[in-house]
């Protein structure tokens, strides 16, 4: 049994996080109930951080918010000291609504709106990372009609493939981010931004995936961006102040998966760096990382109630919960896989098979197979772990479920800093529907 940051079990056999038993956090707040370890979250940033500083090298580690987006989350970040990745106007707004510094906010996206870049200079953030062509000519426009200016990266496709799940693969040629580093693109793109008089071309960014173990991948795309910076230097005379190389460092969900500490992912990315820049003979640019599940995924559990039980004679014992698919749909979009305890006997033999069955209407909805735990009973309290990215974020009101409360626990204190949504709250924007009568 693998237990994550400050997770231990305590006197009474019970799981506890953060310094605070699992079922207290179950009976005050309710179940399915997202519970995250603060500690852990500020161990990863300062892991992460500590490695730029010990090299003494000039970086901005950018917390990407579309793990978890919250006002709570979010002034966390910002008490750790990092930069904030946003992808849409909605984190935008939410990292506005938590007192962010506008100036350390990056702003992705590949179809960002007309909308959600005033929105992105209204508030005189940092810098917006462009993706394509169209939104080189709606920014240089806005900024020509608004009197301001705006630094930029470009998004490129390296043209290098993580091993990872095809859906959260980012970085090979075909993919809908970016401009593309082989095929002239890309240069077409810092031509046209070079011509502009309100966009400054600050680098260039790449994201070759997410939930990587190995460091090959940043490695190679160091190198093609050097040697293609080394290109543009003569051809346009430019010279790269930032290299954003992205995040994507994995995390361990299950015992198969083996992901490096920060320290090391961030040590070869610096390595890679100064080994290209003084081949080429540059200065070292200013090193940019966007580390989002890497930083919350194994701080969050999410806390269900055992419920319904069927058993599949000489197949399958199903025992169902109290959530599913609604609060966590990775097992259903990517085939996630997620290890589980019973929180209240964690002290005893998880030696009976199971499989945990959300509560959807779709059959689909399955969080763990087959999985070890003691014989479940009716209303046991089950933890899965790692479910701190990607769960709230892609949380869902399928079949009306209301999503669940987020907790942060630390140093023995729970904080409710998303209160559970309500009946009330799912038909909160229904207008009725009467024939006749104009809305």
């Excluded at 293609?228 to 005379?237: A, I, M, T, V």
């Excluded at 299950?254 to 540059?282: C, M, R, S």
């Excluded at 689909?364 to 479910?387: N, R, Y």
Aim: aromatic share 10%; glycine share 8%.
């Amino acid at each position: 049994m693998f237990l994550h940051g400050t997770s231990r079990q305590n006197k009474l056999g019970h799981l506890e996080i953060g310094g605070v038993d699992a079922l207290y956090l179950a009976e005050h707040y309710g179940t399915p109930l997202y519970v995250y370890d603060v500690a852990l979250i500020r161990e990863r940033a300062k892991s992460f951080k500590q490695a730029f500083i010990d090299a003494d090298l000039k970086a901005q580690v950018a917390y990407a918010s579309k793990a978890f987006s919250s006002v709570a989350m979010i002034q966390l970040a910002e008490q750790e000291g990092l930069s904030l990745d946003v992808v849409s106007g909605g984190e935008l707004f939410t990292a506005v609504a938590a007192g962010f510094p506008a100036d350390r906010i990056h702003f992705h996206g590949n179809n960002k709106s007309k909308e959600e870049l005033k929105m992105a200079l209204d508030h005189q953030i940092g810098c917006i990372v462009v993706d394509n062509f169209y939104e080189i000519s709606l920014l240089a426009e806005l900024c020509r009609k608004s009197g301001r200016t705006m630094d930029v990266l470009l998004r490129i496709t390296p043209g290098v493939e993580a091993h990872t799940h095809d859906y959260i693969t980012t970085g090979q040629e075909d993919s809908k981010f970016g401009f593309d580093l082989h095929n002239g693109q890309i240069e077409k793109a810092i031509e046209q931004v070079l011509q502009s008089d309100h966009i400054r071309l600050l680098g260039v960014h790449c994201h070759i995936g997410s939930q990587i173990f190995d460091t090959a991948g940043f490695v190679l795309a160091a190198e093609k961006i050097f040697a293609k910076l080394n290109e543009w230097r003569e051809s346009f005379g430019f010279v790269s102040e930032v290299l954003n190389l992205g995040g994507g460092f994995g995390i361990r969900y299950t015992e198969e998966d083996e992901p490096l500490h920060p320290a090391v992912y961030v040590e070869k990315i610096i390595e890679a760096v100064k080994e290209n820049a003084a081949l080429h003979a540059f200065d070292i640019p200013e090193i940019w990382i966007e580390p989002g599940r890497s930083l919350v995924g194994d701080a969050g559990t999410t806390l269900y109630t055992i419920g319904s039980q069927k058993e599949v004679p000489g197949t399958r014992k199903y025992a169902a919960v109290d959530g599913g698919m609604s609060d966590n749909i990775r097992p259903a979009l990517y085939q996630a896989k997620y290890e589980a305890v019973s929180a209240n006997r964690i002290g005893e033999h998880h030696d009976k098979t199971v499989s945990i069955a959300g509560k959807c209407c779709e059959s689909g909805d399955m969080l763990i197979w087959d999985i070890d735990l003691p014989e479940v009973k009716e209303g046991d309290l089950l933890a899965v772990f790692c479910t701190g990215a990607y769960g709230y974020s892609m949380a869902n009101n399928y079949n009306r479920i209301p999503r669940p409360a987020v907790v942060f626990v630390e140093d023995g204190e729970a904080h409710l800093v998303i209160r559970r949504e309500t009946y009330e709250d799912i038909v909160k924007l229904d207008l009725p529907f009467k024939t006749g009568v104009k809305q």
